[in-house]
């Protein structure tokens, strides 16, 4: 584990994937707490994973909203890059799902939902498509606020049709895994597949099937009708349901046209 960076303490690894490692540090200019993103050394080696790196950071740079976590630094090295960002306290909503019941009541994923709605209206808006909508990306804070993180693979609107497959399988869109047609409605499809996540404890066609058993399910097979878990979600069934279909629709065309038409349908459940 890395043991300072610049003007940055490290004190604890919070998390590790794929692609990146996460720390807890603290900026001993300031003595405020920071959270560092590190890329994965082998991939920092790639010349596109280096320059998506930069272009994440750049375009992140320029994302200042409530429900979006700040960057406040990029550093970079030639073998090693590192995004400095706002720390926040709390959970992302798959652990904080976990730690309370293994799924949440249908009325707080509305809210949750509609405040990633939010966020992801001001990227739209900056021409920015987040493309890894997911409930460990969403953050709960201890304030109970949403802040939406990691736009490590995100596009610009103008690139969105390069044939760049890349997400997380359960919730890539069908356009998203055949590499073309990406624009806002991929996000509106990812966050219909958490919103579904949520509620139901599980994502849809959870199971044994391999990636590409997977990726086929998607393209192919409708999202099954949510079991919802409590008499209270019961009242709300329909509208649930229905705005599980509409978020998630194959064509992306038969989906929410934008955030906005997204959030109007939430309200009668957040009422």
């Given at each position: ?132 909508i997911k409930p460990s990306n969403i953050m709960l804070s201890n304030q109970n606020q949403i802040k939406l993180i990691d736009f490590g693979i ?118």
């Amino acid at each position: 584990m890395i043991k300072k960076l610049e003007y940055i303490e490290i004190l604890k690894q919070l998390d590790s994937g794929g692609s990146a490692t996460i720390y807890l540090g603290i900026n001993i200019n300031t003595g405020k707490p920071v959270a560092v993103k590190e890329l994965n050394e082998y991939l920092f080696k790639n010349n596109y994973t280096k320059e998506k790196f930069r272009e994440e950071a750049n375009r992140y740079l320029y994302l200042e909203h409530p429900n979006i976590v700040e960057l406040v630094d990029l550093i970079l090295y030639p073998n090693r890059g590192y995004l400095i960002m706002e720390y926040i306290e709390g959970k992302n909503l798959r652990d904080y799902m976990k730690s309370i019941t293994g799924w949440l009541p249908a009325q707080n994923v509305a809210l949750f939902i509609y405040e990633t709605l939010n966020a992801l209206e001001y990227a739209h808006n900056k021409g920015v498509i987040h493309m890894d909508i997911k409930p460990s990306n969403i953050m709960l804070s201890n304030q109970n606020q949403i802040k939406l993180i990691d736009f490590g693979i995100s596009q610009k609107k103008d690139r969105a049709n390069d044939g760049i497959k890349m997400g997380t399988p359960f919730y890539m869109s069908p356009e998203q895994i055949e590499g073309k047609g990406i624009d806002e409605r991929t996000d509106i499809y990812s966050l219909g597949i958490t919103m579904y996540e949520l509620i139901a404890g599980t994502p849809p066609f959870a199971g044994n099937t391999t990636k590409e058993e997977l990726m086929e399910i998607i393209r192919t097979k409708n999202i099954p009708k949510v079991k919802t878990l409590n008499s209270y979600d019961k009242v709300y069934e329909d509208e649930i349901n229905e705005i599980i279909k509409k978020s998630t629709a194959k064509i992306p065309s038969n989906r929410f046209r934008s955030c906005q038409e997204f959030k109007n349908a939430l309200k009668t459940i957040i009422q």
